[in-house]
Nanobody
Framework: QVHLVESGGGLVQAGGSLGLSCAAS????????MAWFRQAPGKGREFVAA????????GYADSVKGRFTISRDNAKNTVYLQMNRLKPEDTAVYYC????????????????WGQGTQVTVSS
C-alpha cells in the first residue's frame, strides 16, 4: 500500500502561481512512477503531468506545457507540481497518483490516489 497526501492548494488570481506537494508513505516511493491529475466540476479526471521513478523523464498535457513543472524528491518521498501563469480553466481538484508500471495518461491505470486538493483560479 502507498498512502498519498496532497497539500498546497488554494485560491489564486489569474496569472499567479501555486505549488502543490504530495507526500507518500508506505512502500518504497522510488518504486513508483507518479502523476498529477485534475477534475473540474462536472468533468472527468484529466491528466496533467507525470514523472518516472528516477525523475529523469516527465510528460505534460498540452494545456499545461510550459506553465507547470512536475518534480520529485525520492529522499523526501514527495512529488511536486509547480503551477505558474495560472488560468481560470485550471480550477479543479488536483490529485496525485502512483503507478508501479510506467506512467500513463489514463487515470484508470493508477494503483494509488490521494484525497485531492482544491485549486481555484479567479479571473
Amino acid at each position: 500500500q502507498v498512502h498519498l497526501v496532497e497539500s498546497g492548494g488554494g485560491l489564486v488570481q489569474a496569472g499567479g502561481s501555486l505549488g502543490l506537494s504530495c507526500a507518500a508513505s508506505g512502500r518504497t516511493f522510488s518504486g513508483y512512477d507518479m502523476a498529477w491529475f485534475r477534475q473540474a466540476p462536472g468533468k472527468g479526471r484529466e491528466f496533467v503531468a507525470a514523472i518516472n521513478k528516477s525523475g529523469g523523464n516527465t510528460g505534460y498535457a498540452d494545456s499545461v506545457k510550459g506553465r507547470f513543472t512536475i518534480s520529485r524528491d525520492n529522499a523526501k518521498n514527495t512529488v511536486y507540481l509547480q503551477m505558474n501563469r495560472l488560468k481560470p480553466e485550471d480550477t479543479a481538484v488536483y490529485y496525485c497518483a502512483a503507478r508501479s508500471g510506467p506512467a500513463l495518461r489514463d487515470a484508470r491505470l493508477y494503483d494509488y490516489w490521494g484525497q485531492g486538493t482544491q485549486v481555484t483560479v479567479s479571473s
